[in-house]
Structures are given as C-alpha cells and as structure tokens.
Nanobody, 129 residues
Framework: QVQLVESGGGLVQAGGSLRLSCAAS????????IGWFRQAPGKEREFVAN????????YYANSVKGRATISTDRAKNTVALQMISLKPEDTAIYYC??????????????????????WGQGTQVTVSS
C-alpha cells in the first residue's frame, strides 16, 4: 500500500508559478512511477506529468511541456510538480498517483488513470486572469 498526500495548491495569477508537493508513504520501489493528473470542472481527469521514483526519467503532457518540472526527493519521500507561466486553463484539482511496477519501461506508456494503483485526495489550483 502507498499513501499519497498532496499540498501546495492555491490561487495564483496568470503568469505566476506554483509548486505542488506529493508526500508518499508505504512501500515504494525505485521502478514505481509517480504521476500528476488534473481535473478541471466539467472535464475528464487528464495526465500532466510522471516520474520514476528513482528520478531517472520524466515525461510531460504537451499542454505543460516547458512549463512544468516534476522531480523526486527520495530522502523526504516527496514528489514535486513545479509549474511556471500558469494559465487560467491550468485551473483544476491536481492529483498525485502511484503505479507499482517491478520493471522499467518508457514513461509514455503510463499516462492513463487506469495504470495507477493509488491516489491522493487532490489539491485545488486556481489561476486567475
């Protein structure tokens, strides 16, 4: 079992930046994947970015590529999502999720909700124009 708790959400003006954090506890392997997803009102949950727990690889959705950085801090058992140049369309609830794996493959295979085994409760991000 893996437990995930997100933090760092809030209200920010367009063009600003935000750093979300996901605190993970439980049994996490270096091959496991931590992903960030988001869900805007009236829309389906969508993939944002993911990272292998070892920190060796990352992958981003086109919508945030160049504006987001995902990283792991294994000493603190956290995964951060740093976002800059925020837009009103980034407004959503952001969720952290974990997928248990015992092998390594390309992270672009792990962008669907169904791939992930554990989820946090989410943190609201609101970007005002």
């Amino acid at each position: 079992q893996v437990q995930l708790v997100e933090s760092g959400g809030g209200l920010v003006q367009a063009g600003g930046s935000l750093r979300l954090s996901c605190a993970a506890s439980g049994r996490i392997l270096s091959t496991d994947i931590i992903g960030w997803f988001r869900q805007a009102p009236g829309k389906e949950r969508e993939f944002v970015a993911n990272v292998r727990w070892s920190g060796t690889s990352t992958y981003y959705a086109n919508s945030v590529k160049g504006r987001a950085t995902i990283s792991t801090d294994r000493a603190k058992n956290t995964v951060a999502l740093q976002m800059i140049s925020l837009k009103p369309e980034d407004t959503a609830i952001y969720y952290c999720a974990a997928e248990s794996l015992d092998y390594s493959d390309s992270l672009h295979f792990h962008t669907t909700q169904a791939s992930y085994d554990f989820w946090g409760q989410g943190t609201q991000v609101t970007v005002s124009s």
